[in-house]
């Protein structure tokens, strides 16, 4: 895991989180450092299922994770991006896509740089 990296998922997060409500972002951040012991772009980064697992938990139910991905998805399309099953990807242990979606929205707002 790169620094810039973490960056660019903490900023995709962030943003969307933050389209649902104002620092929704900060709140599930804080919550999965407690649980976790890491920040929510790390979780996602190095143990996707555990990223999966502390999603249900904090948003009480698979069917809600199912939901945010569907969000998820809505959100990026704004950008040109297609991420559908981003975050249903966790569950099988892989982060993959969203590495992919990370880099892709990175460049689409801020450049290359």
Known sequence: MTIMMK??????FSDFFSSIAPNLYRVVDYHCRRRTGMSFAEVCLKNPKLA?????????S???VDILD??????????G???????K??????NKRLLEVAEIYWVKKYGNG
């Open 70 to 79: 569907y969000l998820f998805g809505n959100y990026l399309r704004r950008y």
């Open 62 to 64: 698979p069917i809600t």
């Open 52 to 60: 999966y697992d502390f999603l249900v938990k904090f948003f009480g």
């Open 89 to 94: 990807s966790f569950k099988n242990a892989t």
């Open 7 to 12: 960056k660019k998922v903490e900023k995709i």
């Open 81 to 87: 991006i297609s991420a559908h099953g981003v975050l």
